[in-house]
């Protein structure tokens, strides 16, 4: 008998604890500045992390683009 409640305390505890850290509605406001501020930012990102990645792909074609030019030219 007495597990039976200990199990039963054990559950609603768990089950009072589990509602308790359900997330409810942030009532959360970003300001204009603020809204500004993070766009800018990911645009930043964006833009570092597309400017990389073509530069590291272009850098090399550029390379062998230019030794084949002056190869022709020295011939």
């Known amino acids: 008998m007495i597990k039976?409640?200990?199990i039963r305390?054990?559950?609603l505890t768990a089950a009072i604890i589990a509602v308790g850290m359900l997330p409810s509605s942030?009532?959360?406001y970003m300001g204009p500045?603020?809204?500004l501020s993070a766009i800018?930012?990911?645009i930043a990102l964006g833009s570092?992390?597309?400017i990389s990645i073509v530069g590291i792909i272009w850098y090399p074609i550029k390379k062998l683009i230019d030794?084949?030019?002056r190869k022709d030219k020295d011939d």
């Open 67 to 69: 030794l084949k030019f």
């Open 33 to 35: 500045g603020a809204g």
């Open 26 to 28: 942030a009532q959360a």
């Open 4 to 6: 039976k409640k200990q």
């Open 9 to 11: 305390f054990a559950i």
């Open 48 to 50: 570092t992390v597309l």
């Open 40 to 42: 800018g930012s990911v």
